[in-house]
């Protein structure tokens, strides 16, 4: 696949479109089996296991365990399996998860697109970029220790057989559902920031891509700069949707790289920004092929050893979801 034919930009505009769609698809099964769980319709719908990607914080209560007891979550288990997926992007192809397949990182980046045509879009002093990230590492902090640290093994084995847990995807669906004023008001303000700095919620609020990008700065993956030939147009530092500044550093090793090699795409220069692995040149879709790839692997291993569909009975789930959501 030559970049002259297809570009970084392109590539990663229809990878984001099809998990865009395929989100779009798992929630309206979701919400077709949660139809039938309240006993609102008569027809059996298995509720998609690609939900419980939505479901992080059940997920690295389930990962704990695991690396512990070596027991899987069998209740979430598709959770756990992406869970481990998208850390394992992470640490092979930066924050390709981020880049590629998050929807509310595709929904982002239009927004900030827009943000772009309508002349917006404001740079960040450096200071002021560090001072907002910090939110999203306390936040990570905070699950973390709660989690990780505090809790024990018994009180999450606890948590995951809670009814709650095994609705908790239902929860999620019905809070989108039905939003409370506060909720739209949020959303309206990240929307708002977004139009004047590049992706706000993904670069300073985000804990799920702190912790990707904290995993990415082992990654043998990088974007490198050739300074001898480099024109410093400053392009690639407007492009980059994590507004790095490319222009200045020869290895792009920051914990915000998402992978997406917009930089690459836009540099006038032939092969002034390359994509390396393992210090060796690779084409720019290297990145999105090993992301999808990655993906696959888990998918198909967790489906091969019987990891990827909840062993909860249809009758458990229907109980469970009377016991909750019919008081």
């Given at each position: 696949?030559?970049q002259k034919i297809v570009t970084p930009h392109a590539l990663r505009r229809v990878i984001q479109c099809l998990f865009l769609f395929f989100c779009l698809f798992i929630g309206y099964r979701l919400f077709q089996h949660f139809l039938w769980a309240i006993g609102q319709s008569s027809e059996f719908v298995p ?86 990230s910090v939110p999203k590492y306390l936040i990570l902090g905070g699950f973390v220790y709660f989690i990780v640290i505090k809790m024990s093994t018994r009180q999450i084995e606890s948590f995951l057989t809670l009814p709650y847990n095994y609705v908790a995807d239902s929860k999620m669906l019905t809070f989108f ?151």
């Amino acid at each position: 696949m030559s970049q002259k034919i297809v570009t970084p930009h392109a590539l990663r505009r229809v990878i984001q479109c099809l998990f865009l769609f395929f989100c779009l698809f798992i929630g309206y099964r979701l919400f077709q089996h949660f139809l039938w769980a309240i006993g609102q319709s008569s027809e059996f719908v298995p509720k998609p296991p690609s939900v419980e990607a939505f479901l992080p914080i059940s997920a690295l209560m389930a990962a704990k365990r695991f690396i512990l007891t070596n027991k899987w979550d069998m209740v979430h288990p598709a959770g756990l399996t992406l869970f481990f997926a998208f850390i394992w992007m992470a640490l092979l192809f930066r924050k390709s998860f981020c880049g590629y397949i998050c929807p509310v990182g595709f929904v982002s980046n239009l927004v900030e697109q827009l943000g772009r045509k309508l002349k917006l879009q404001k740079e960040l002093p450096t200071k002021v970029e560090h001072i907002l990230s910090v939110p999203k590492y306390l936040i990570l902090g905070g699950f973390v220790y709660f989690i990780v640290i505090k809790m024990s093994t018994r009180q999450i084995e606890s948590f995951l057989t809670l009814p709650y847990n095994y609705v908790a995807d239902s929860k999620m669906l019905t809070f989108f559902l039905a939003p409370s004023g506060t909720t739209l008001l949020i959303i309206a303000v990240l929307a708002a920031l977004s139009l004047f700095i590049r992706n706000f919620w993904c670069r300073f609020l985000c804990p799920y891509g702190a912790l990707l990008g904290l995993c990415s700065t082992f990654s043998p993956t990088a974007i490198t700069r050739n300074t001898e030939i480099c024109v410093s147009c400053g392009k690639c530092r407007k492009i980059c949707p994590s507004a790095i500044h490319v222009d200045e550093r020869s290895v792009i090793h920051s914990p915000e790289c998402i992978g997406c090699a917009e930089c690459v795409g836009v540099c006038p220069v032939n092969k002034c920004l390359t994509v390396r692995t393992f210090n060796k040149k690779v084409p720019f879709v290297t990145i999105a092929i090993g992301c999808l790839g990655t993906l696959m692997v888990f998918y198909s291993t967790a489906v091969l050893t019987g990891h990827w569909y909840s062993e909860t009975t249809p009758e458990l789930i229907r109980k469970f979801h009377m016991l909750i959501f019919n008081k």
